[in-house]
Nanobody, 114 residues
């Protein structure tokens, strides 16, 4: 079992920045990748960014150059730095971890006002 606790969402004006954090606990040694999905009202959940256990990153095209995913292995925490936020980034952001199956955080709301 893996437990994920997210923090860092909130309300920000367009062009602003937010940093999301996701702390993992439990069976963390078998985690192969972590990252973030988001789900906007009326839309399907979509992958935003991932980082593997070896540090390889991948981003959705719409966030490339604006978002950066990183990890602190000592703290078992993954971060998503979001810059130049746009109204279309408004969504609930979910942290996930892959450990033979996918585990999910509780979600954190990000609202970007235009």
């Amino acid at each position: 079992q893996v437990q994920l606790v997210e923090s860092g969402g909130g309300l920000v004006q367009a062009g602003g920045s937010l940093r999301l954090s996701c702390a993992a606990s439990g069976s963390i040694f078998s985690i192969t990748a972590m990252g973030w999905y988001r789900q906007a009202p009326g839309k399907q959940r979509e992958l935003v960014a991932t980082i593997t256990s070896s540090g390889i990153t991948n981003y959705q095209d719409s966030v490339k150059g604006r978002f950066t995913i990183s990890r602190d292995n000592a703290k078992n925490t993954v971060f998503l730095q979001m810059n130049s936020l746009k109204s279309e980034d408004t969504a609930v952001y979910y942290c996930y971890a892959d450990n033979y199956r996918k585990y999910w955080g509780q979600g954190t709301q990000v609202t970007v006002s235009s």
